[in-house]
């Protein structure tokens, strides 16, 4: 398959991380070491770009009161971000990237899906519904998500057009977003969601990095959000 060719492809090419002195391949093989990367939000979230009173960070989690979604006030470009996150009872949530309007930011990102795929109306859904695809459009590879109430691990590799994901110490999903020429259907011929009407292959590879909030009225936690940019070796 071409996207299993890109991956091996892309697993050849090593990167240096910004203010990293070790070089990681791209993808990552395993979730790295980021305790000394940069975190993704200020503990007053004062970086950040959110309606006032919904989102909190306290004790080092994250988690918000309604469905509304937090944001990076930077734009990045190429990255990796590395972190924790918990579901409860049917949680639906995501992390959001390359989002260039965070006032129309559902058909102008890409949406790393979270959701809690032991409850009964995911677990029944689409399979581009599940935890670890890319929402609508690519699902993962395997379900990998832990039950409600304890804490999973996301690395989420963007580089130019390939996205790659690895959840729980295992890769789940690798998208390289040329193929989605369509805004309609998927390269395997499958319906792309209606809201969800931008060929990728046209998006931006850059944009703010956000979190969705309570969706589908399901809380959901975040912690250990850390990132480093990408600059390639010449």
Avoid at 30 to 38: I, K, R, V
Avoid at 100 to 123: L, M, R, Y
Avoid at 171 to 196: E, F, H, R, Y
Wanted: aromatic letters at 10%; one cysteine or more; a negative charge.
């Amino acid at each position: 398959m071409k996207n299993a060719l890109l991956l091996t492809m892309a697993c050849c090419c090593v990167l240096a991380l910004q203010s990293c002195n070790r070089a990681v391949s791209i993808p990552p093989v395993s979730h790295p070491d980021s305790g000394q990367w940069e975190s993704l939000f200020a503990d007053d979230l004062s970086n950040g770009v959110y309606p006032a009173g919904i989102w909190t960070f306290e004790g080092g989690v994250l988690t918000a009161s309604k469905d509304q979604c937090i944001w990076t006030n930077k734009d990045y470009d190429n990255f990796i971000i590395d972190l924790e996150f918990k579901t409860d009872d049917g949680t639906n949530s995501g992390v959001i990237v390359y989002c260039t309007d965070i006032g129309n930011w559902i058909p102008n990102s890409v949406e790393v899906q979270i959701a809690d795929d032991f409850a009964a109306q995911w677990a029944k859904a689409d399979k581009t519904w599940q935890c670890g695809a890319i929402f609508g459009h690519l699902a993962a590879s395997r379900s990998m998500v832990n039950k409600p109430g304890q804490w999973n691990r996301y690395t989420i590799t963007c580089k130019d057009k390939m996205i790659y994901v690895m959840l729980n110490g295992k890769q789940v999903t690798a998208m390289d977003m040329s193929l989605w020429t369509s805004g309609k259907k998927n390269p395997d011929g499958s319906d792309i969601p209606s809201w969800l009407n931008k060929p990728f292959a046209e998006l931006p590879t850059h944009g703010h990095i956000g979190f969705q909030g309570k969706h589908a009225g399901a809380p959901i936690y975040f912690r250990n959000i850390k990132i480093m940019e990408i600059i390639e070796i010449q």
